[in-house]
């Protein structure tokens, strides 16, 4: 049978689109790629047509998922004043914390971006620096925005692990209440 000319590359979309809710949940080291491939109806074999090793995937799959991350917390130049303050309270929500498969990528795999190669590294810091520059530029502090990103990553992951669902939302809100008040001493 003859696939059509973009096949492949919809095809490559599909497993990156499939693998980041899998990886997030799962963990991406423990996940095999018959496992990803199936969760797109393929085999494991075609795996290698679309990307080179496992490591390729990771590295694909990281970089997309930190750029949506990126552009939706850090919006865009047309972005209202009280952005940085809504985006921090939809990461920092129950809803977040609950479903790592939907949201952001550090919190989750941040152990095995730390231990991947310093390609797929490079990739993250980038990423991060583009963040960190949209909310300095909205804060007008290179500090506070730094701080926050890694207290956002941080307060969800604590979240993450406690068991208390009373215990998780008192650590968001009180994540959220410190931050809000921090970002408003900083644009003072």
């Keep these: 049978m003859r696939y059509s000319a973009t096949h492949k590359q919809e095809t490559r979309e599909k497993l990156l689109d499939s693998s980041r809710a899998i990886a997030k949940k799962e963990g991406f080291d423990s996940t095999g790629v018959d496992t990803f491939m199936t969760s797109i109806g393929l085999t494991g074999g075609a795996f290698y047509s679309h990307f080179g090793s496992k490591g390729e995937l990771f590295a694909a799959m990281i970089e997309r998922e930190l750029d949506l991350s990126t ?31 939907e949201g952001c990528v550090l919190p989750t795999l941040g ?65 959220r209440r410190f931050l809000e008040k921090t970002q408003q001493d900083v644009q003072k």
């Design 71 to 101: 552009e939706m917390l850090a919006g865009d130049e047309n972005a209202p004043q009280d952005h940085v303050a809504k985006r921090l309270r939809s990461y920092l929500s129950t809803y977040h914390a609950s479903h790592p498969e």
């Design 111 to 175: 152990p095995e971006i730390a231990r991947s190669s310093p390609q797929v590294k490079a990739r993250v810091e980038r990423s991060l620096k583009r963040l960190q520059g949209a909310w300095s530029e909205r804060l007008g502090n290179d500090d506070a925005a730094w701080a926050l990103i890694a207290q956002c990553v941080g307060a969800l992951v604590v979240a993450r692990v406690v068991e208390s669902e009373r215990t998780r939302q008192e650590i968001l809100a009180s994540s």
